[in-house]
């Protein structure tokens, strides 16, 4: 489509949407359903988003897949078999992909094809899209279903491109296996990514590095195939357990006990805390006592107990140590599930490289460089993390009232109502966007409430004859300011992670996910709709 803004009152499409991953077909899905015409724009060659670019081996998600899946249909989630606890990433992107095919979403997206430039027209409200292919379209509503999780961070080490080897990232792994039976092989990053991808590689590496600067807390994933028993119980109660879960604080609605971590015997907590290690989703320890996420004598209880768990696991009490995170309150990083990924410590091809102790001082042509000396690698992979929910307009042009790029808005941090609209950008919606709690919870549940919010959104402005609806700078400077005021309440206010932006070099120290819970953040939209859309300027 070539349509030009200039001039134009009706646009070529009712919306954009970018991106084809859970959100983007999601928010195509519901958006057909009313009638509307929708263009969807992806970069990747297929549906998928995360499932379709993350291929490293290892990869499974740490959210259980029969809670890791759509709710919005009843027949969906009753025909689709998830074959474990915690899938692999081929069955995500199948699961991906039927749904694609079973509502026949495909069609609607134009793939291969990368939002470079959206503008927005004061006076017509209307945005004018561009993508690399050349095309431009103008759409009244834009979705910016981009995922807080989809661009890679910037490669920051020395020496990066003087490497002569073969180097690996997760972000973009090959599409055909990668042997590494008989290769030394160095693996950057103890995140959620370095943690799975170390623990596969170690099976046949002849040599295996793995460079650590943070350590991780791991819990193990205890994954298997589900029973059929499993699956028809989970089906049976979908319906009730989908409703009362995407009112809980992390849309997983895991138990707690109600109870001070404080107030109860060693024994007690710990026999909570063997409970959850053994059986239960990892995220259960946020909400195991009531003060673990806001007293540090309260949160030292999960870390000690973590750590006696590492120490059981790892054979040489130095390396143990080492693995231990002893720098930031549990919770204030991303809590990792593996598949034996401590265990890989025992092996003889095995080496931890403390970046603390040494660092990193290169990459060389023919490996890594540290204080300790020089070691050879054929193979360098790359986990080193993402530019979380603002790397996405980070490269791109996104252009609102008075000319004002995006991307240098957030530059001086990431700021939006509701995690849902950025002031100054009319018109242009954002799914799991920042202040939203997206990575702090059952991303799918937020996802569906965010697409739900804003496609209910766009009906209620179409249906009342307005055209035109953005955040005011007042209610935007409230929602982030209450945001940075639970931080302050709770064990993050000293953290510095890349929940704050900190792992990206110049990039704003903000709170990014909203800290207040899936549950009350979905009150606080349902509440503001109801009242009228409060804290949004609408217009027609
Ligand atoms: P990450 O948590 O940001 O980890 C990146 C790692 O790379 C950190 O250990 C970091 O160390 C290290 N690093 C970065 N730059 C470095 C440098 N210049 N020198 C040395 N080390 C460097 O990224 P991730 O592991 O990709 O995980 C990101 C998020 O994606 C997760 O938290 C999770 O939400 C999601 N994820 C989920 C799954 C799953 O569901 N199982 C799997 C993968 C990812 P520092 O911490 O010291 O900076």
């Not at 491109?161 to 180097?167: A, K, Q, Y």
């Not at 995690?419 to 996802?447: H, K, R, Y």
């Not at 300011?481 to 953290?495: D, P």
């Not at 709170?511 to 979905?522: I, T």
């Amino acid at each position: 489509m070539t349509s030009s803004a200039q001039n134009i009152t009706e646009p070529d499409v009712d919306t954009v949407v970018v991106g084809a991953g859970f959100a983007g077909m999601m928010a195509v899905r519901r958006l057909l359903e009313q009638g509307r015409t929708v263009h969807g724009i992806e970069k990747g060659g297929d549906v998928g988003g995360t499932w379709y670019w993350n291929t490293y081996p290892g990869l499974r998600c740490d959210v259980e897949s029969v809670e890791y899946s759509y709710s919005w249909d009843e027949g969906l989630q009753q025909e689709w078999v998830w074959p474990e606890r915690y899938s692999a990433q081929p069955d995500i992107l199948k699961y991906a992909q039927h749904v694609a095919e079973r509502f026949d979403l495909k069609k609607h997206f134009e793939f291969n094809t990368k939002l470079t430039r959206a503008t927005f027209d004061n006076a017509a409200n209307i945005w004018t899209v561009t993508t690399d292919t050349g095309n431009t379209i103008t759409a009244r509503w834009v979705v910016m279903a981009t995922g807080a999780l989809s661009v890679p961070k910037k490669n920051d080490l020395p020496g990066a491109e003087t490497f002569t080897g073969l180097n690996l990232y997760t972000t973009s792994w090959p599409k055909t296996p990668v042997d590494f039976a008989g290769k030394r092989v160095a693996v950057i990053g103890t995140g959620s990514t370095g943690i799975q991808v170390s623990s596969e590689i170690a099976k046949t590496a002849k040599e295996l590095f793995v460079l650590q600067r943070t350590p991780s807390w791991s819990v193990p994933a205890h994954n298997r195939p589900l029973t059929a028993k499993e699956i028809a119980d989970v089906k049976a109660n979908y319906a009730s357990e989908r409703l009362r879960k995407r009112d809980s604080m992390d849309g997983l609605g895991l138990p707690g006990t109600g109870k001070s971590a404080l107030e109860v015997t060693k024994e007690e907590r710990d026999a909570f805390y063997q409970n959850v290690y053994d059986n239960m989703s990892p995220f259960t320890f946020f909400g195991s006592f009531t003060d673990v996420l806001v007293d540090d004598a309260a949160n030292q209880t999960i870390s000690d107990f973590l750590g006696s768990k590492v120490r059981e696991r790892v054979k040489d009490p130095a390396i143990a140590e080492k693995l231990i995170p002893k720098s930031y309150p549990f919770g204030t990083r991303r809590t990792c599930i593996d598949t034996g990924y401590y265990e890989i410590y025992n092996q003889d091809n095995v080496h931890l490289v403390d970046l603390l102790e040494n660092p990193l001082k290169a990459i060389t042509p023919t490996g890594f460089m540290t204080d300790a000396g020089a070691v050879d690698v054929d193979i360098i992979v790359h986990a080193t993390g993402y530019d979380a929910f603002t790397g996405v307009v980070s490269d791109v042009d996104i252009i609102g009232v008075d000319g004002v790029n995006l991307r240098e808005v957030w530059n001086a941090g990431a700021k939006t109502y509701l995690g849902t609209m950025t002031a100054g950008f009319p018109n242009l919606f954002l799914v799991t966007g920042p202040q939203s709690p997206s990575v702090l919870s059952n991303v799918v549940v937020s996802i569906e409430q965010h697409v739900d919010f804003i496609t209910d959104t766009i009906k209620y402005l179409t249906d009342k004859g307005y055209n035109r609806m953005e955040a005011t700078p007042e209610a935007q400077d409230a929602w982030v300011e209450m945001n940075n005021g639970i931080g302050q309440f709770t064990v993050h206010r000293n953290s510095h992670s890349w929940y704050m932006g900190d792992n990206v070099a110049g990039k704003a120290h903000v709170v990014l996910p909203a800290l207040m819970g899936v549950g009350p953040f979905r009150a606080a939209c349902d509440e503001v709709a109801a009242d009228g859309y409060r804290g949004f300027a609408l217009a027609s």
